[in-house]
C-alpha cells in the first residue's frame, strides 16, 4: 500500500498558537518525508523534510516529529503567523521509484490574527 | 531563477473536447512530473520523464491522456475526449535528477470540463 493518511482536514489556530498536522504512512519502505505548503493559485512548495534515521527536525518555527515504530510523523508551526494561513500536504516517497510523491489529502490551516 | 512555466492558466471546455497543456521545466532540471489535483485531494502523479523518456506512467489513464516531452526540455499533455471527472488542476513540477531531490512546482492549469 502506498498510501498516506492526513489529519486534521481544517484547523484553525490563534496568532501565536502553535499549530499541529499529522500523518500516517502504511508502507514501511517510504524513507523520505516531505512538506509542502501551498497557497491559494499557487503550486506546492517544499517546507521541510525529513527521512527515518531521525526523530525530529527542525528548521524556524516548522518542527517535524517522525515516530518510525508506529508509522506516523506530524508538523509543529510554532507560534504560528496568519502569513502562514495555506494548505499543507504531507508526503512520502521510497529510493526505488526515484522521486515520486505520495500525497496526503491536506489540511488547510487558517490562523486568524 | 526563473521557476517552472505552465500555460493556460485557466481553462473550460465541454466534455468529449480535447485539451492541452503546456510546462517548461526550470533550466537544467532533466525530470519532469505531470500531477492531477482534484479540489480537496493531495496531487496525484500522472507521470514522469527523465530527460525523454518515460519513467513512470502506471497512474495515467492512457485511453484518453498522453503526454511528451520534445528534446528533453518542454512538455505537454494532452486529455482526449474529456469526462466530468477530468476536472481538476494540472500541475507540472521539475527536479534535478537522483532520488529526493526537490521537486518544484508550476502554478498550475485549473480545467473545468462542463
Known amino acids: 500500500q502506498q498510501q498516506v493518511k492526513q489529519s486534521p482536514q481544517s484547523l484553525i489556530v490563534q496568532k501565536g498558537g502553535i499549530s499541529i498536522i499529522n500523518c500516517a504512512y502504511e508502507?514501511?519502505?517510504?524513507?523520505?518525508f516531505p512538506w509542502y505548503q501551498q497557497f491559494p493559485g499557487k503550486g506546492p512548495a517544499l517546507l521541510i523534510a525529513?527521512?527515518?534515521?531521525?526523530s525530529e527536525k527542525k528548521e524556524g518555527r516548522f518542527t517535524i516529529s517522525f515516530n518510525k515504530s508506529a508509522k506516523q510523523f506530524s508538523l509543529h508551526i510554532m507560534d504560528s503567523q496568519p502569513g502562514d494561513s495555506a494548505t499543507y500536504f504531507c508526503?512520502?516517497?521510497?529510493?526505488?521509484?526515484?522521486?515520486?510523491?505520495?500525497f496526503g489529502e491536506g489540511t488547510q490551516l487558517t490562523v486568524n490574527p | 531563477e526563473a521557476g517552472v512555466a505552465q500555460s493556460p492558466r485557466y481553462k473550460i471546455i465541454e466534455k468529449r473536447q480535447s485539451v492541452a497543456f503546456w510546462c517548461n521545466p526550470i533550466?537544467?532540471?532533466?525530470?519532469l512530473y505531470w500531477y492531477q489535483q482534484i479540489l480537496g485531494q493531495g496531487p496525484k502523479l500522472l507521470i514522469q520523464?527523465?530527460?525523454?523518456?518515460?519513467?513512470?506512467d502506471s497512474q495515467l489513464p492512457k485511453d484518453r491522456f498522453s503526454a511528451e516531452r520534445l528534446k528533453g526540455v518542454d512538455s505537454t499533455l494532452k486529455i482526449q475526449p474529456a469526462k466530468l471527472e477530468d476536472s481538476a488542476v494540472y500541475l507540472c513540477?521539475?527536479?534535478?535528477?537522483?532520488?529526493?531531490?526537490?521537486?518544484?512546482f508550476g502554478p498550475g492549469t485549473r480545467l473545468t470540463v462542463l
Open positions: 513540477a521539475s527536479s534535478l535528477i537522483g532520488a529526493n531531490n526537490e521537486q518544484f
Open positions: 508526503a512520502a516517497t521510497f529510493e526505488t521509484s526515484g522521486s515520486r510523491l505520495t
Open positions: 525529513i527521512r527515518p534515521d531521525v
Open positions: 520523464f527523465q530527460n525523454n523518456g518515460v519513467v513512470d
Open positions: 533550466s537544467g532540471h532533466a525530470t
Open positions: 508502507n514501511t519502505a517510504f524513507d523520505y
